[in-house]
Nanobody, 122 residues
C-alpha cells in the first residue's frame, strides 16, 4: 500500500492550495483518512480527518478555512486550503487507517504518505 500526496507549493498569505493524496495497493477498505502537518522544530499535529461516511474533524486553527473531502471510489483524500496564513507553513502528510488484503485475510494497518511542503509567504 502506498499513499501519494501532491499539491503543495508556495503561495502568498490569503491564497489557496489544494492537496490530494491517493492510496493504492491491495486495499480492502479505508476507514479514516486525514492530513497532519509538521512545522520546523514542532511535532506533527492533526489538521483534519474524514471517515468513510464523511464525518470530519478539524483542528481549531483551520476551522472555517480548510475543507477535507474524499472520493471513496478513488481512495483519495483532498484538503482545500483557503485564506492561508504564514503560520500554516509546514510539511503536510496524509494518513490512512485501513485494511489491506493478503490472500483471504484483511489486515488493519496505518500508513503515512511522504510529506508535501506548503509555504505561505507574508
Amino acid at each position: 500500500v502506498q499513499l501519494q500526496a501532491s499539491g503543495g507549493g508556495l503561495v502568498q498569505a490569503g491564497g489557496s492550495l489544494r492537496l490530494s493524496c491517493a492510496a493504492s495497493g491491495s486495499i480492502f477498505r479505508i476507514n479514516v483518512m486525514g492530513w497532519y502537518c509538521q512545522a520546523p522544530g514542532k511535532q506533527r499535529e492533526l489538521v483534519a480527518t474524514i471517515t468513510s461516511s464523511g464525518a470530519t474533524v478539524y483542528a481549531d486553527s483551520v476551522k472555517g478555512r480548510f475543507t477535507i473531502s474524499r472520493d471513496n471510489a478513488k481512495n483519495t483524500v483532498y484538503l482545500q486550503m483557503n485564506s492561508l496564513k504564514p503560520e500554516d507553513t509546514a510539511v503536510y502528510y496524509c494518513n490512512a487507517d485501513l485494511q489491506w488484503k493478503s490472500g483471504s485475510y484483511f489486515i488493519p494497518a496505518n500508513y503515512w504518505g511522504r510529506g508535501t511542503q506548503v509555504t505561505v509567504s507574508s
